[in-house]
């Protein structure tokens, strides 16, 4: 629990270590439970959190970059060890209570520094604004540039154009005045693509997280990959929205344009209506 460490090469510790798991891994994969071994005085959920109160540690060590940081028991013990003597139960209740103490300090200096080191608030924000599409000016700014180049055979479509566009789009909207440290990660992903595709069938825009073991670590490969099936369907009613706005622009201009015209003007009003 207080150094973040597990050294039992005998397996006769109630927490089983996956010294193979990556940093980005090891919240998930690299610790379990061994409920064998769990002794009779200690219930499940006090394993548990003495499990998590260990891995809590490793991670803010190993993860957070933060090597320096301790659980400093001398300082955060709610009791004395000479308090210790007495009946058993009130030993175990003493221990019950260390153990509570040291999970909810742990826990919430692991949420300090997610928040305030690595701006965690911050990233969901921008998974909001972009993934999400919640950043309307720029949506619309990026699909307006995109929608020519868009429309072309996917083998004609390249990476480092839409990069071009991508960056004017944040320029020419208020997306330029957020933090650049959430503005580097938004990318553009090209799917591969198939026979008689074009542009808008390999496009994806994506957001960067698997730099940091620390934001993959919550924005895994599955969560992200649930996030650009969410843009991607988004996307598509973008595409749509874009079109018949475009068209009815279109309409407006030509019906302006062919009014005088006999019997041109009932057919415009037909097309609106079919709008």
Known sequence: MIEG???DPFREFFVDTDPSVPDDKLWTQKYSLNFIMIPSFLSNELALKIMQTGKAV???????????????????????AQSLSGSTSDTFSKLNNWVNHAYEVTNSSLIKIMFSKFKFLGHCNSIRKYLLMGQGDFMQ???????????????????HTLMGYLETAIRSSN???????????LDIKLLEASPGDRGWEIFQLDYRT????????????????VFQKIN??????????????????????????FSKIPGMKNRFHRFYLAH
């Open 232 to 257: 991607n369907f988004l996307w598509k009613l973008k595409r749509v929205e874009h079109g018949l706005s475009t068209s009815w622009g279109l309409g407006i201009a030509n019906s302006n344009q």
């Open 5 to 7: 460490e597990i050294n």
């Open 141 to 159: 700014y990026l699909m307006d540039l995109l929608a020519e180049e868009l429309g072309e055979p996917a083998t004609k479509i390249y990476r």
């Open 175 to 185: 997306a330029q005045y957020h933090d650049n440290e959430f503005l580097h990660r």
């Open 58 to 80: 490793n991670f803010i060590r190993r993860c957070c970059g933060e090597q320096d940081w301790i659980l400093d028991v001398s300082l955060q013990l709610p009791f004395d």
């Open 210 to 225: 698997n730099d940091l073991p620390v934001l993959s670590t919550i924005f895994s490969d599955e969560v992200m990959i």
